[in-house]
């Protein structure tokens, strides 16, 4: 890959600006995102560690749960902490990096894609098909799809990084953005970008148009499977969570859709800026909560693992004492879940 400035000079590395209109507000941005951040680490790894932990929920639904979570994980951590930096200095970034951070997080955004599109099919036959769903999801099948989710989002954006890779790059080392995007990188390229531009809108088009596509067609025949229960609680929770998944899956594919289907619907980039927060920041925070921190036997298994971490301290707490005489004070009662009765 070649990179040349206009004094013949090698670009060493790209410097990311962020939000650098409003540096007053950069201190109450780095305290907001942090927490943000935190507790989407935080509610994603609750959620892994119930499912690995709890017998009850190996089953292929918490299964692919468990996979966006990790996911969500790495999907923030490949963003976030680069903002974060930018708020509190200058955001510098190789182009070798900033290449290796697009590759990321692109191919873990088109891996959520495929992911969402499986989990609604998931819901679809274990609505519609009850009796034949041990059948049809079985663990080999289940599997498969993961591995197939993931390979295939790598696979995708592999493609697209390496058009990139023969760009040269030259003029402004500043990119207006607060990681390196497909649209402002390839903005700063001075080879013609246009087989990389068409091939990534093709691949755009395909990777969130299908599985966009077969998530609306899965949830309309879950409502249709809901219309036919006698209306009551169990109807209006089916709706209730249903519109609550659309909600979040339409501003992830809408976002997306929008910034590299149709990237001139965008006319400033400091709208294109609040359109990647949606999707890199908001929805992540939304999953965890959405698809399972409300989910009744989710609580059960993080109260089950902490009641057996409270067993295991009390235990340590009685060997110290019978081993040296001496009483270790109890740290009091483990506070309530949210949601437990």
């Keep these: 890959m070649e990179r040349i400035s206009p004094g013949n ?43 690995v932990s709890s017998q009850r929920l190996h089953t292929p639904m918490y299964f692919f749960l468990a996979n966006l979570s990790f996911l969500e994980i790495l999907y923030t951590s ?35 894609c495929f992911l969402l599109a499986v989990m609604a099919y998931d819901r679809y036959l274990a609505i519609c098909y009850p009796l034949r769903y041990p059948l049809l ?3 080999r099948w289940c599997l498969g799809l993961v591995v197939t989710t993931w390979l295939s989002g790598f696979m995708v954006d592999g493609l697209v990084v390496a058009l990139m890779a023969q760009l040269r790059f030259c003029g402004s080392k500043y990119i207006d ?18 087989v990389a531009q068409m091939t990534t809108f093709i691949l755009s ?39 609550s998944h659309l909600t979040v899956v339409s501003t992830f594919y809408g976002t997306l859709m929008v910034l590299y289907t149709a ?13 990647a927060l949606l999707y890199t920041i908001v929805t992540p925070i939304f999953n965890p909560m959405i698809y399972t921190l409300r989910n009744k036997e989710v609580h059960q298994a ?34 309530r879940l949210a949601g437990e009765d």
């Design 9 to 51: 000079e090698t670009i060493a590395e790209f410097v990311l600006l962020g939000f650098y209109d409003v540096p007053e507000l950069h201190p109450l941005f780095f305290i907001v995102f942090t927490a943000v951040y935190a507790f989407i680490i935080l509610g994603n790894m609750l959620i892994i560690v119930a499912v």
């Design 78 to 112: 490949t963003v976030v902490p680069k903002m974060l930096q930018g708020f509190l200095q200058e955001a510098a970034i190789s182009v070798a990096g900033c290449l290796l951070q697009f590759f990321t997080f692109g191919s873990l955004a088109t891996v959520e």
């Design 137 to 139: 999801m079985g663990p």
């Design 177 to 194: 953005h607060f990681y390196c995007d497909f649209m402002p990188l390839v903005g700063l390229a001075c080879s013609d970008p246009r």
């Design 205 to 243: 088009v395909i990777c969130l148009t299908v599985p966009f596509g077969l998530i609306l067609t899965s949830y309309a025949q879950i409502v249709v499977a809901v219309l036919r229960v006698p209306a009551g609680a169990s109807r209006r929770k089916a709706f209730s969570t249903c519109s």
């Design 263 to 275: 990237p001139s619907a965008v006319h400033s980039q400091d709208l294109s800026k609040v359109f």
């Design 302 to 335: 993080l109260r089950r693992l902490l009641c057996i971490k409270q067993t295991e301290t009390l235990d340590s707490r009685k060997a110290v004492k019978i081993l040296f005489g001496v009483s270790v004070p109890s740290l009091g009662r483990l506070p």
